[in-house]
């Protein structure tokens, strides 16, 4: 329980005590009329000035058991219980002025401890005041003394026991009637909490909420996340300033102590990696003055991200409706642009300077036939035909036909793949995949390609390149695969573009290797990171989610739209 809601319940519920000590003080001077000494000298006064003292003992403990708030209670409940019993006992039992205090524990254990408890303390009093009633009973019909009572000194009910029974029926019934009150109010105010105080407090955005004086009113579980509070002590009640970081959280400090409405965004480190927030302050008002000021923090990764998507989406759909253009106003003209210069170059002698030339015509025109046809090929990616994959049956099958290239005669290709892996996949882009991937490998090979393929079970949290995705759940289990080089790398200042289509820093290249690759991941829902130093090599991570009903269902699902 929290420290200070705990203390505050405690100290509370002893105040109370002693208002009803004091109380019932009056009551009994009014009752016996005795002057202010004589009053003390009462068996009941006696019981009244140790449960005062008893109830100081109380403060001075009380901040040392809040950690055990719920125990403390129930023991002082059942003090009260006993002093009540023992003050009715002395006071003439049934017919005591002080039977009403049952009442007042009967409330505090629904109110303080759980409204089933109420009864539970309920019944307890039923049986209190009906052990007293039978006490003073069997003294009158055997006419011997009470302890601590003087002869003739209480009420006698042994001629008219009806009375008794019925007395003892109205006063249980009332005792549990107020048990069932207590049940139906705290049903009635647990539903206003989860309106208010649970839905905050689950929350997917964090909510801190200010007083006037800047003291914390209010903050849920996702603030604290977010702001990086992680002290078990509650922050309520505390100023501002005392739990914010002046150099973490000074953006957010000034927002709130300029108390004007104002809305931005920032991205703030969460875990080691920046994180894009909106902050949005609102000002709570009344009719006459601004009772509080409302902090609402969203994490907005998934719109950064979704919007990043929609970006690259608009991209890839402008590339694919000017692919057929290029297709006819390029392609077919450089095709006959290419006979005419072989039909030309054919009419000179090899030496010529004009066949060298046109040589060289030859060779520009069907490198730009190569980025066409990679270009058309790039922009006609269909969504998969997903399919249950074993992964290392996949593989081997790609690195055997990898093999027979003649420019990896010399390569070293080193495997380590946990056995017993299905992914779902179309196997004719992932091995396209994994082509462009060895491929771009085999060119930044200084010497000849050294290249290394693992493949394992993998947590989302645990893929090296989910940080900057800003993903809401990190529990999905997938599959990572990584091909490793010891290559040439690439240069800091070209990882931010590698995957932007036509980028290159090949002589020869076309730029949309890599590109081609972060779209074959994107339409079998994974994803991919790149992690290379210069001159040392690179490592090319895929993450691809296990096999689930759902996705492939939702796979089949585009397939049938798209056709």
Known sequence: MDKNIALSKAYFFILVRFIIIFFCLVALYIQHHPILPQLFSLNESKLLVIMLVVNVGYILVARFFYRHAGIF?????????????????????????????????????????APSVSFVIASLATISIAGIALTYFLAAVTTSELPWLKANAYPSFEHDFPFLKSYLFAQGLSFHLVA????????MMNRQRILHAEILENLSDGVLVTDEQQNIF??????KDILQYKTLESPIGKPIVEILDSTRHSIILKMLLSQEPCQLQIEFPIKDALVPISLTLTPFATAKKIRA?????????????????VKRANRLATISEIAATIAHEIRNPLASIRGAIQELRNSYCMGDDRYILMDIALRESDRLNRIISDFLQFSKLRMPNMQQIALSHLLEEFIFFLKKRSDMADAQIHTEIEPDIVIAGDSEQLKQAFYNIAINALEAAIEKLHLTIRVQRCK???????????????????????????????????????????FTTKEHGTGMGLASISKIVDLHQGLCHLETIANQGTIFSIWLPSPKTGIWDSMRLQQKDAH
């Open 460 to 502: 989302l949290s645990q893929f090296p390149g989910q940080s900057k995705y800003h993903l809401p759940t990190l529990d999905e289990m997938g599959v990572l695969i990584q091909f490793q080089d010891q290559g040439k790398g690439i240069a800091s200042q070209h990882k931010a573009k590698i995957f932007t289509p036509f």
């Open 73 to 113: 209670i129930v023991f002082q409940i059942a003090l009260d219980l006993l002093a009540e019993s023992l003050l009715i006992y002395l006071n003439g039992g049934i017919v005591s002025i002080f039977v009403s205090l049952y009442f007042g524990s009967i409330l505090a254990a629904g109110i303080l401890l």
């Open 293 to 309: 000021y409302i902090l609402i923090l969203r994490d907005i990764s998934d719109q950064k991200r979704m919007e990043e998507a």
């Open 218 to 223: 209010f903050i849920n579980q996702k603030a």
């Open 180 to 187: 069932l009150f207590i049940n139906w109010l705290s049903g």
